[in-house]
């Protein structure tokens, strides 16, 4: 079994980790690089898994993963560089920084590194993330299904060509703020018109949670097979002249759709102007 070296041990490199333990990884095969003492400490302790410096990870990885913040990465990997170029084989280095290319990647890596970037999203806290793939210069698909067999631990994959990879993090990445969002406003809705808070609020959470269910279930929209569309499943609980269809009916009015194309517009171009920052 591959040693799997995780740079960073915040919440997203804890997630990662502690999705494989779960998954029935032995800890022994993990390795996490934490600059922060107290945190290593208490992540070892939690998991199993070893602490070492990023030198150590470098020469014992199979896989090397980036979890740091896009503003540590450069750092991070100048750590392992080194180590990296001294190695017959070198690991896949499988990056989590949000907006960072690949190319920006390989070019503080020896050559021929093999880079795959993911964008994963916040539900990979609870086992439930959506990450996107993109292979750089030298990954192929050896590298690419040893990224998918990480990240199966915490949720789903999809691969794409770098090029979309901004319009991915617009629908997915900041995916879940939307929901969030839209969370927050039917509670809020609800309090303003008479409900109380807990009892608003439950109500919501539960109904994005069946919803998503539904979205997720093959043959919840009739078609027996198939994968959900919600278009089919929100026709199914909009009776003619109902209450589900006079609101809507409001919010067609009121322009969603408009404003959720604009917004995910807004967020790709953003990315890709992040991106350009490192590259």
């Known amino acids: ?38 945190r290593a400490a208490e992540l070892t302790g939690r998991y199993g898994f070893a602490a070492v410096d990023a030198a ?22 100048d750590e392992v560089r ?23 990647i390989e070019a503080r890596l020896p050559e021929r590194t093999p880079v795959v ?17 993109s292979p750089g210069a030298a990954a192929g698909e050896a590298e690419l299904a040893a990224a998918e067999e990480l990240l199966a631990a915490v949720g789903r994959t999809v691969r794409v060509p770098e090029s979309q990879q901004d319009l991915a993090t617009a629908l997915s990445g900041s995916g879940p703020a939307y ?5 927050e406003a039917m509670i809020d809705a609800g309090v303003a018109l008479g409900l109380p808070r807990p009892v608003a609020t439950e109500l919501v959470t539960a109904t994005v949670e069946g919803a998503g269910g539904l979205l997720t279930t093959p043959g919840s929209d009739g078609r027996e097979g198939a994968a959900p569309h919600p278009g089919l499943l929100r026709e199914a609980v909009t009776s ?3 209450t589900t269809a006079a609101a809507l009916g409001a919010l067609e009015a009121d322009g969603l ?23």
Do not use: H, W
């Not at 759709?257 to 590259?279: F, H, I, K, P």
């Open 1 to 38: 079994m591959e040693t799997v070296a995780v740079l960073g041990g915040g919440k997203i490199g804890e997630a990662l980790l502690g999705g494989l333990v779960s998954a029935g990884r032995d800890p022994s095969s993990l390795l996490v690089v934490e600059a922060v003492a107290a």
């Open 56 to 77: 150590e990870a470098a020469r014992r990885a199979g896989v090397l993963v980036v979890a740091v913040k896009p503003g540590d990465v450069p750092a991070a990997l």
């Open 82 to 104: 080194d180590v990296l170029a001294g190695r017959d084989a070198r690991p896949a280095v499988v990056s989590l920084a949000a907006g960072i290319p690949t190319a920006a």
């Open 117 to 133: 970037r993911v964008m994963p999203n916040t539900p990979m806290l609870v086992g439930r993330a959506m990450c996107v793939l």
């Open 179 to 183: 929901v969030f969002l839209l969370a």
């Open 240 to 242: 003619p002249g109902g």
């Open 257 to 279: 759709r408009a404003a959720l194309a604009t917004a995910v517009t807004a967020a790709r171009d953003r990315s890709v102007a992040l991106g350009r920052q490192y590259g």
